[in-house]
């Protein structure tokens, strides 16, 4: 048996052809909504961007957003604009008009950037959203999640699509090294800017960043991580469609406007397939009504589902209350969710 090809040094530039592997997918959008900070992924993509399209399809809109957060974002913009000007793109910056609280403020100028380039996505023939996240955010991304107790979703880490403000999000750079972006933007003479916040240890993701060498060097890389949390999505993906199935094949009904569905039978699957068919069910409960729910945390959700599980199995009836509802388990194994607060009539004879 031969060993793998090793794959490109990690600092040669990316090539027309990978390119081209990498970019296929959003061959059929009209127009793309190319996310550019100026930072050094974000322009590597936009010169690759820009040779890929060639004659002018897809067409790129290139969107900076100045969060007015530090005094030079406005010059930095520019100079994408500038950069823009000499590929023959479109170019547009958006700032963030919205109140700039001390707390927060990074989590409220990432929701603020999103929603920003979204609006961009709406026009017609555009709904794709660009963005230049690399395999090193997507290491970073699961080392902070693992630390944070995250459950399977979250450790499958960022998709290579997802939908964000309903348009789809597009990262084609996710499985690359963001050293091979840096070595793209030097072959062509790229100048980009050096964020000094990407340095600053107050954050967590920094912080993380800083460690990566030393995980590489124990041969917990970027490349592994980036492995795990494709087969971590895989997994998910799978178990979900399996809860939904098991959720679907137990005695369910509707009555006074309550869900109710037998428990007890959904206790002969395994514990993860019982935890998210119950998740399931709630997140239903939730939809149908007027507002929509938060969903409760993973470790809640654990929580619930393990003490329903072992009522079922010893035929007791108990009651809790999970993401806004109150779930009545009765003595026979039916479990019935109703909004919190609610008053009690028509519920299953046993649970009152
Ligand atoms: N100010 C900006 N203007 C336009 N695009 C941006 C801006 N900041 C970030 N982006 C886009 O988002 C990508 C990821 O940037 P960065 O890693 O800084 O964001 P993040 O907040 O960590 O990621 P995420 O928003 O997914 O959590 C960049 O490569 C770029 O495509």
Redesign the pocket.
Known sequence: MTAAPAGPAESEPLTAAEADVLFRPLAHDDTLV??????P??IA?LALLADWTGRGRPRLLV?????GLRPE?AQE?MM?GELCAKLGVEHRT?RWQGPKPQAGV?EK??AA??AL?AEEARVPGATTI?????AD?QA??LLMRMAAGSGLAGLAG?APRSAVNGAV?A?P?LGIAKSRLIATCEARGLAFIR?PS?DDPRFA?IRWRALLPALAHEGLTAQRLGQLAHRLARADESLDRLAAHALASVPAGDENGRRWFDFARLCGEPEEIVIRSLGLALAAAQDGEAQAGVPPRLARLEDCAKALIAAARAGRALQRTLGGFRLSLAGDGVLTLMREGERRRGVHPATV
């Open positions: 190319v996310a550019v900070s100026g930072g992924d974000s993509l969107v900076t957003i100045d969060h974002a913009a994408v958006r990074q100028a990432r950037r999103y380039l660009v963005t230049a996240h690399t955010d970073e991304t960022m999000l990262r750079l964020d990407n993701r």
